[in-house]
C-alpha cells in the first residue's frame, strides 16, 4: 500500500468493511449517504488502534462534533465487495482537528472509491470551545499499537 | 377504507410516505430492516394524532421500549411509490402494549404490502415494570383530534 | 421565509420532515450521515414539485449521480422536531447540475441547522457525461406547480 | 460457547461486529430496527463461512426474499460495545428456510442480547416457488470451511 502514502496523511489506519445488502439502493451500488457512517466506524478503529476508545475520549470530558463533512465520489462497490477505508488526520486547528479519508474497493482491484473529510469541533461536555489536549494530539500521531 | 376495518383494530391511524433512494436495496425494492422504522414513525404520529408526543409519554415518565417485533412481507414498493402505514393497539397487557400495522402501497392500487406488530414493555424511568397509566390507555381509545 | 431569499438560488422548494428516534444516535440528535438522506428527499421534493419524478428523469435517460457532497453542521434537532429542507438549483454545468440545501428546525425558531450541497454527473443510461438536456433546466427554473 | 448448542441449530456460525454511533439511537443504546441489518450481514456470513456468497446463490438463479423477520429484544449493547450475531438454518421448508439468531454482548459477559428469525422463500429468478435445490441443503450442513 506504498503508493498513496506520499500524499495521505501519517499515521493511518485501515478499517476493513464487506458491502451488505442494506448498504446498496436501486442503482445496485452503495447509497452515497451510507459512506458517512463508513468515515464514522474508520475513525473510531483509527483511535481504537492507538489504544483508546472514542467512548473514553468522552469520558475524559472531550467531545468532537461534526462540523463539516465532504466526500467526493468517484466509483462505487456493489453487494458483497469488500473495501478498505483510509483514515488519518490531516489537520490540526487550536479547537478543531480534521479526518482525512480514502475508501479503496479491494474487490476491484483496489480501486480508490471515495475521498472524504470530516472536521470536528473540539469541545468541554458544557459545549465550550477548548483548544485539542496534547494527549489527544500524541495518541493520534502515533502508530497503531493494537 | 372501509373493508379491512373488521379485522384491524380501531381506532386506527394512517401515516403516509414516499419511499425514497436510500431506502430502497439492489433487489430495487424497499429493505426489509426499513419497516421497522416506518412502523416507528406510524405508532409515533398514532399518539400525535390524538394529542400527545411520544416524547411527552417519556416525560411523563412512562418509556415504551420494544421487547418484540414481527414483520410479514407480502408484497413490496419501490422507488417513489406512496405507502400509508396503518397503526392500532392491538392488545393491552397489565404492563404492556402491542402496535398492529399494516402498510398498503397507493401506487398500486392500495396493495397490502405488510403487516407486522410490536409489543412494548411499559417501564418507569427507573426501568421497572409498571402498570400502563389509564391516560395513555384514554389517549390511544380516542379517535384522532388532529 | 423571505429573509434567506437573497442568499439562496430561486426558484426553491421547502421539504419538511419529522426528526424520527431512528435518526437520532446516543448524543440524542439527529446523526449526522442521515443528511446525505434528508437532501436526497429535498431534492426529488424539488422536482416533483414542479411536475416530474426523479424516476420519470432516468427512464427519459438522464442519470445524476452523485459527485461531491457537502455538509456544514451548524446546529441539530432532537426527536420529534420539525424540520424543512430548502433546496435549490446552485449551479449549472454543462454536464453537470449542484443542488444547495438549507436545513432549518421549525421547533426551535426556524434556526438554520445546517448547509449543504450535492452535485451531480449527467450520464446517458450507457455511463457517458452527457450535456444536461434543456427540458431539465427548463423543470428545474419553473416555480412550483403541484 | 458450549452453553447454547444444545438448543441452537446446528451447524452455526458467528459473526462479530462493533456498535457504531450511527446505530444507536437517542436512548444511547441500538435501535431495534438495526438488528435486522445485523440478521442480514451474519446469514451473509454464515454461507461465506461455508464457501459461497450469497450473490453466488443469486447468480445460481435461487432468489431468498424474506418472507417473515421476527426479532426478541432481551437487553441491549451500547455504542463501542462488541457483540456476535450467531447464525442457523432452523427448519427447512419444500420451498422455504429458515434462518435462527441470537445476539450476545461481549462486551456485557457474553449477554443474550436478542433473538430472532428470518423465514425465506426460495424463488426461480422468474419469481415463481420452486423446491429448495439440494446443493443449498449441502451447503448449510457444512461446517465452515473458511
Chains 1, 2, 3, 4 share one sequence.
Not at 476493513?16 to 463508513?38: F, K
Not at 465532504?70 to 480534521?98: P, Q
Not at 479519508?101 to 483496489?110: K, L, P, Q
Amino acid at each position: 500500500m506504498t503508493k498513496d502514502t506520499a500524499t495521505f496523511p501519517q499515521p493511518d489506519s485501515w478499517w476493513p468493511h464487506r458491502v451488505s445488502y442494506g448498504e446498496t439502493d436501486a442503482m445496485r451500488i452503495v447509497y452515497y449517504g451510507n459512506y458517512l457512517h463508513w468515515f464514522e466506524q474508520a475513525r473510531s478503529h483509527f483511535v481504537r488502534e492507538r489504544g483508546m476508545g472514542y467512548a473514553e475520549i468522552e469520558a475524559r470530558g472531550v467531545l468532537l462534533p461534526v462540523r463539516e463533512a465532504h466526500c467526493r465520489y468517484l466509483a462505487s462497490a456493489a453487494y458483497e465487495e469488500e473495501v478498505l477505508v483510509r483514515t488519518g488526520v490531516g489537520k490540526w486547528g487550536r479547537a478543531s482537528l480534521t479526518f482525512d479519508y480514502e475508501v479503496y474497493n479491494t474487490s476491484r482491484d483496489r480501486q480508490l472509491m471515495t475521498r472524504g473529510y470530516t472536521q470536528h469541533a473540539c469541545l468541554s461536555p458544557q459545549g465550550k470551545l477548548v483548544p485539542v489536549p496534547d494527549w489527544l494530539k500524541t495518541l493520534c500521531r502515533q502508530n497503531p499499537i493494537l
